[in-house]
């Protein structure tokens, strides 16, 4: 009989000192799946469909010399799925609202995704606000004097500033953690190290 070798299987085991989850809302149509696949298969998704209910994926980054395992919630923003993708929202760390630059409505929205999130996840809620699809610039509804607060704009086409608006919500949180502000726990810090 042979040996069963478990370093393998061990190898395999992702390494990270926090575990995050965060939700990805807005709009239907407003490029959240396409976001999400652009930062974690780099590459752009053709042919998206909206998304039916929730979608899961994940990435490990590195936030200064921590490792940090994001679970990223893809939320459906059609208004016939807000019931089902709500219950997603319990336990995020962080959100990112997700707004097309060339859809008025999709920003003037933004407001009740972010009032929903911070009533059903966490009144700490680390939020950011991310105009999309910045490769249509020529279509552009929304100026960035209108958003009021930070804000990252990204092209999940070209892949523009994909990384930023994970990075960014990552590194408030450790830095909540490390002040004392915000209990690890209460974002379900893990550490396999």
Known sequence: MAEYDDSVATEMIEAYDFLLKFIIIGEAGSGKSCLLHQFTQNSFKEHSQHTIGVEFSSRTINIGEKRVKLQLWDTAG????????????????????????????????????LADARALASPQLVAVLVGNKTDREEEREVEWSEANVHFIETSSLTGDNIEKPFALAARAILLSIESGQLDPEKVRRISTR
Request: net charge positive; glycine share 2%.
């Open 78 to 113: 059609q208004e016939r799925f807000r019931s089902v993708t709500r219950s997603y929202y319990r336990g995020a760390a962080a959100c990112l609202l997700v707004y097309d630059i060339t859809s008025r409505a999709s920003f003037l929205n933004l407001s009740r995704w």
